[in-house]
């Protein structure tokens, strides 16, 4: 039996949450609204404001979307009442970040400046020249949206130059030396 899985999704005061008999769930919260089809293969069952996820068998299919299915409604949950968000730093002479309007504009060392459009349901927010912070309701989407930014101007190995994630170690390589 997974731990995860076996865990009930307790659902807190302002959430409303509904159960199709597709298993397609729809999480409304004081910060929006989030939908997304489960798999028939696992049972959700809504009773005195929590939600339990039970398989019906224990093939491996079944086991291996038990506790995935639980952490997806969990995240839906958290996602409506406090929502995600993911800081990147900008290390590097000269990188900067900037927003104008809806729009991310970077500057890392290339001919041009790098724009990202704000997408629908998520913000970007610039507090410092060398600071970017992505907030929304949905976990996948702010981390791909991390990722899609980072992956511009990786961290360099060798001087730590570029955009990484708040708190991420990048382990400096040493360069090379002269013949002897």
């Keep these: 039996?997974?731990?995860?899985?076996?865990l009930p999704v307790s659902i807190p005061a302002g959430?409303?949450?509904?159960?199709?008999?597709?298993?397609t769930v729809t999480v409304?919260?004081?910060k929006g609204t989030l939908t997304q089809k489960f798999s028939t293969e696992i049972k959700l069952q809504q009773e005195a404001g929590v939600i339990n996820v039970t398989r019906s068998g224990d093939a491996k299919l079944q086991r291996?979307?038990?506790?995935?299915t639980r952490t997806l409604l969990n995240n839906m949950v958290i996602g409506v009442t406090e929502g995600f968000t993911k800081a990147l730093e900008i290390q590097g002479v000269g990188y900067r970040a900037a927003k104008q309007g809806?729009?991310?504009?970077?500057?890392v060392g290339f001919s041009h400046p790098v724009e990202f459009e704000e997408p629908e349901g998520l913000t970007i927010d610039v507090p410092a020249q060398n600071k970017i912070v992505i907030s929304g309701t949905d976990k996948q989407r702010v981390g791909q949206l991390a990722?899609?930014?980072?992956?511009?101007?990786a961290p360099e190995p060798y001087h730590g130059k570029g955009i990484r994630y708040e708190g991420e170690y990048v382990a400096i390589k040493e360069g090379k030396t002269g013949k002897k």
């Design 1 to 6: 039996m997974s731990r995860i899985g076996k």
């Design 15 to 23: 959430v409303t949450v509904t159960i199709a008999d597709d298993n």
């Design 28 to 30: 409304k919260g004081p």
């Design 64 to 68: 291996s979307l038990h506790g995935l």
């Design 102 to 107: 809806k729009k991310l504009v970077l500057t």
């Design 147 to 153: 990722a899609d930014i980072r992956s511009v101007r």
